[in-house]
T-cell receptor
Framework: NAGVTQTPKFQVLKTGQSMTLQCAQD?????MSWYRQDPGMGLRLIHY???????DQGEVPNGYNVSRSTTEDFPLRLLSAAPSQTSVYFC?????????????????FGPGTRLTVL | RKEVEQDPGPFNVPEGATVAFNCTYS??????FFWYRQDCRKEPKLLMS???SGNEDGRFTAQLNRASQYISLLIRDSKLSDSATYLC????????????FGQGTTLQVKP
């Protein structure tokens, strides 16, 4: 199993550009989420999904869109990049059933995408 | 006030030392608590869940004090490989996966 993969590893954008950060997992996990990590702030939840076709907002959703057309993939779209979106982005997945996380011991993070917006 | 607060450190300790980190949380309704470890420029990984009765995993002991709303992590006999940032994590609403992360405490173990 590859676990959780993220592409690209690094990206530099200009203000106003759009792009999609890719996240995929091969563990058949229903729950997937996106976080951003900024110095002194900890990780903050952007969006999450409990299954294909279902998404919801986290703490800091503004400026980001997500969709979940398959169990495996959960892309994060930046519609019009701003310098405030310079951050490290992590995708994570967990098994989910009956409206709850099955086991936090099985929560996995991807390696991250380092994004700089100029 | 941040929902989950940690002393960012850094904590510089010699090999073999015992070191303790504390973390406070503000939402008394929080039900699930965790410690994650994050190595430099890597993704976070679950170190251990924190149970009401306290739990131990080898050299690591986690404690929860609901009355005072704090969580602790004790590392005994520190190894060089323990050098990392330790993230205190609280689940805002039980079993939703909505995790609130502290900013992390950095530990540097010196030879």
């Amino acid at each position: 199993n590859a676990g959780v993969t993220q592409t690209p590893k690094f990206q530099v954008l200009k203000t106003g550009q759009s792009m999609t950060l890719q996240c995929a997992q091969d563990m058949n996990h229903e729950y997937m989420s996106w976080y951003r990590q900024d110095p002194g702030m900890g990780l903050r939840l952007i969006h999450y999904s409990v299954g294909a076709g279902i998404t919801d907002q986290g703490e800091v959703p503004n400026g980001y869109n997500v969709s979940r057309s398959t169990t495996e993939d959960f892309p994060l779209r930046l519609l019009s990049a701003a310098p405030s979106q310079t951050s490290v982005y992590f995708c994570a997945s967990s098994p989910w059933t009956s409206g709850r996380i099955v086991s936090y011991n099985e929560q996995f993070f991807g390696p991250g995408t380092r994004l700089t917006v100029l | 006030r941040k929902e989950v607060e940690q002393d960012p450190g850094p904590f510089n300790v010699p090999e073999g030392a015992t070191v303790a980190f504390n973390c406070t949380y503000s939402n008394s309704a929080s039900q699930s608590f965790f410690w994650y470890r994050q190595d430099c420029r890597k993704e976070p990984k679950l170190l251990m869940s924190v149970y009401s009765s306290g739990n131990e995993d080898g050299r690591f002991t986690a404690q929860l004090n609901r009355a005072s709303q704090y969580i602790s992590l004790l590392i005994r006999d520190s190894k060089l490989s323990d050098s990392a940032t330790y993230l205190c994590v609280v689940e805002r609403v039980s079993n939703t996966g909505k995790l609130i992360f502290g900013q992390g405490t950095t530990l540097q173990v010196k030879p």
